[in-house]
């Protein structure tokens, strides 16, 4: 634990600059936001469960385009192209 006497941190000044500048111990605010969120469960639910299975439905989804060998929606054969 500090002293309350003790001086408050200090950054080194820019090139040119004789004064200091102290430094504010507090979060940003996006950060305090970000934390915030990290602390709710669906949020993390999502991003632990939801975000890895989207990802894998579009990489799914859009991987095999072009190459003939998607399977169409309706469930119908797939059309033989070499002839």
Not at 51 to 56: K, T
Not at 62 to 71: K, L, M, V
Request: hydrophobic share 45%; proline share 13%; aromatic share 8%.
């Amino acid at each position: 634990m500090q002293p309350l006497s003790a001086p408050p941190r200090l950054i080194a000044p820019k090139r040119g600059v004789d004064t200091y500048v102290a430094v504010d111990p507090a979060p940003s605010v996006l950060s305090y936001r970000m934390q915030r969120l990290w602390l709710t469960p669906i949020f993390r639910a999502f991003v632990r469960v939801g975000l890895p299975a989207v990802s894998i439905v579009g990489l799914v989804w859009i991987g095999p385009r072009g190459t003939g060998q998607r399977a169409k929606p309706t469930g119908a054969p797939i059309a033989n192209l070499d002839h």
